[in-house]
């Protein structure tokens, strides 16, 4: 049940590039709970999301005996809801916080 979770639903384990699957699965899902719900609900749900992966990521790695692999994306779905929910609304923008997101963390810039 933890890897159902930790790969989005299995999103993590495709091939190439888990991160960028599940920041794309993760910012499809995010567009429609922004759209259908609000802003308010997906800026919440991905601080939810955040929270509760923390344990169960943890969990994960425990049983698994590995640390931050590539198939764990629930980080960047979160990640990206929350990009989403600040960037604003409509398809447009959702794809800019999807593509400055992935930008980002691939690139990992410190200021």
Excluded: N
Aim: with cysteine; proline share 3%; aromatic share 14%.
């Amino acid at each position: 049940m933890h890897k159902l979770f930790v790969t989005f639903f299995g999103v993590g384990l495709l091939r190439p590039a888990p991160g960028t699957w599940g920041s794309v699965a993760g910012a499809i899902c995010g567009y429609f709970i922004y759209e259908l719900l609000s802003r308010e609900t997906l800026f919440l749900a991905s601080i939810l999301l955040f929270l509760a992966s923390i344990k169960i990521i943890d969990a994960y790695e425990a049983s698994t005996q590995t640390h931050d692999a590539s198939h764990i994306v629930i980080d960047e779905v979160a990640g990206v809801w929350l990009s989403i929910a600040i960037g604003g609304g409509g398809i447009l923008a959702s794809v800019l916080a999807l593509v400055f997101f992935r930008i980002f963390d691939i690139t990992k810039p410190s200021f």
